[in-house]
């Protein structure tokens, strides 16, 4: 009984292993060929596989086998084979053992649609120079071989139980999320916290503009009242316009820094406008009086002022400037000394 079940077992597996192999062979891919021979020449056209699926590349090989002293001339690229596209194309030509020359192209192709299809039939030329045969036919240049073509389907990928109709619509699909991540409450939070920032915001921006206007009145009365120190020093004839220039320095600069209208008020209608600003104290207003008084005598009353009142006046409009302007810079005070020097000078 054992020598049986040993005898069996090794016919079981070759069995198997047969029919594995023969399971295997059944579904390597099969190719479609075709043979023509012409004299000392035969061709061979193979194209792989035989039923291709749409998209794949198919591969097509000719193959022409020529006796020694034969010359073989291989169609041109692509020749009939417009009707699909060439994807790769090698070419090749050697000797085999025998003599013979094995010329051969191989294209790679994409056909275009599914369904059947068709390889047109190859044309092969070539000429004999064997010793005592005709090169070619009289009156041509070359012997002809045409071989048959092949025929073969490309299938689609999609399978023949689908349906051909398009079905209706199922209807209106709701919107992910619905009712849960609505925008308007995130819309809404802003507009209250805008609400409630926006009057400090426009608070910062309007100060920052005020500050902006009063370092640009500072700078443009003291750019003059530089020029106007670097100028030489008027004689008797030129005083009352250099007191009309100084003047008019301290009087812009009170326009643009306190928003007075001062050119078209009298000395005495300005000090009581600028007597009701907040930001002037009482030493700068009686500063201001005092200028504005000496340069009225030196202009309507004909005054003629000794150097010294001259360099008093120039270092009250100095001293009001820097002094009624915000955020000073770390150098007025240099200035103002540099100012005071000059005028002493």
Not at 141 to 157: M, N, P
Request: hydrophobic residues 45%; charged residues 25%.
């Amino acid at each position: 009984m054992t020598e049986r079940r040993h005898g069996v077992g090794p016919r079981v597996a070759a069995a198997a292993m047969l029919l594995l192999a023969g399971s295997t062979i059944g579904t390597a891919a099969v190719a479609l060929d075709t043979t023509a021979r012409a004299g000392p020449v035969e061709v061979r056209v193979t194209l792989s596989p035989d039923e291709p699926l749409i998209g794949d590349p198919v591969e097509l090989h000719i193959e022409a086998i020529a006796e020694p002293g034969v010359e073989v001339l291989m169609p041109d690229f692509g020749e009939a084979l417009d009707r699909f596209r060439v994807v790769d194309f090698v070419p090749r030509e050697r000797i085999d053992d025998q003599g013979r020359t094995a010329a051969s192209q191989r294209y790679t192709l994409q056909i275009p649609a599914s369904g059947e299809q068709r390889i047109p039939s190859i044309l092969v030329e070539f000429v004999d120079r064997r010793p005592g045969h005709d090169p070619a036919p009289e009156g041509q240049d070359a012997y002809e071989l045409l071989t048959e073509a092949i025929a073969f389907t490309v299938q689609s990928v999609v399978p023949d139980s689908a349906q051909a109709e398009l079905s209706p619509p199922l209807g209106r699909l709701d919107a992910l999320g619905a009712g849960t991540d609505s925008p308007w409450p995130w819309l809404a939070a802003f507009a209250l916290a805008m609400a409630a920032i926006g009057p400090l915001v426009w608070r910062a921006i309007r100060r920052a503009r005020e500050r902006a206007a009063v370092r640009s009145a500072w700078e443009v009365a003291r750019a003059e009242l530089d020029a106007l120190l670097a100028s030489p020093h008027p004689g008797p004839d030129g005083i009352d316009a250099y007191f009309v220039t100084l003047s008019g320095i301290v009087r812009r600069y009170l326009e643009a820094r306190f928003a007075v209208r001062s050119p078209e008020l009298t000395t005495e209608r300005f000090l009581d406008e600028v007597s009701g600003s907040p930001e002037l104290s009482d030493e700068h207003q009686a500063l201001l009086r005092d200028f504005l008084t000496q340069c009225d005598l030196v202009k309507f009353a004909h005054a003629i002022p000794t150097q010294g009142s001259v360099r008093q006046a120039v270092a009250a409009a100095g001293s009001f400037i820097d002094e009624t302007r915000e955020a000073a810079p770390e150098d007025s005070g240099d200035r103002k000394i540099a100012a005071n020097e000059e005028v002493a000078a």
